[in-house]
């Protein structure tokens, strides 16, 4: 009886440690917080998880600022079968080009959402023709100890129906900053962009190779999958390097003298 009792109480903990180990998984990484749906316009949310820590001795330091960058200069466009694709999506919009999938790409679709409960200076980033392609935040301080959420807006998106695609992966790059020292170094900042870049040649930071993801899922009931193409496949969405290196750094706060 007593060997049971050891036995269960044994199993409990294991169980126990396992659903913490994936508890800390998930939360590992900067991700974004909800999937959205096709052709619906969605308010979500950017979850910071944890600060920089210092390879040195293990201590953590506090976010106090973060940039964002959706894929809009270039993006680099592929599919999970291999084969080569354009951006298969559209905006459900009457703007000039909005059904031409190589023209429309990202641009102009995030906006951010003011919430000072973790940044007290937020703004969007613009490219040459005003259109919103990211956002940054400053004068922040994240507890060491808590997670951060930075609200954000995204229009829809509208899979188009002749593509076989059943989710649009959108890979955002994310720079959560916890000193202004730039280039940036392993304790400095996290870096959760798809790879190092000319400017951001460190490969010790934590985060590089893991960009967060904003996943959009085909809607069946309005727009099925057509019986040809069989169990269909996703089109992921990348910044490219360029993108990174001319829109990530903060300009005026976090970047080269």
Known sequence: MRHSRIM???????LATLLCGVGQGVFAHTT?????????TAYNALQIAHGCENPANGKMLPVIAQSVVFPTINPVVTRSD??????????????????????????????????RNVFKHQNETYDANGNVIGFYSTRG??????????PFRFKALKILPTSCANRVLVKIAIADICKKTFP?????????IPANTPQ??????DGIGAPATLTINRDIATNPLDPA??????????????DVDANLPIKGYWRKK
């Open 229 to 242: 193409c069989g169990a269909g496949y996703d089109v992921i969405i990348t910044p490219s390097n360029e």
């Open 141 to 150: 301080n994240l507890q060491t100890n808590l997670m951060g959420l930075v």
């Open 200 to 205: 951001f040649a460190d490969s010790t930071i």
């Open 184 to 192: 940036p170094r392993a304790g400095t900042a996290n870096l959760w």
């Open 82 to 115: 291999g084969t080569p694709t354009t951006l298969e999506a559209e905006v459900t919009d009457t703007s000039a080009h909005s059904h031409d999938p190589l023209i429309v790409g990202l641009t102009g679709k995030a906006s951010l959402v003011q919430d």
């Open 8 to 14: 269960k109480r044994t199993a409990i903990c294991s």
């Open 32 to 40: 974004v917080r909800d999937q959205a749906t096709e052709g619906k």
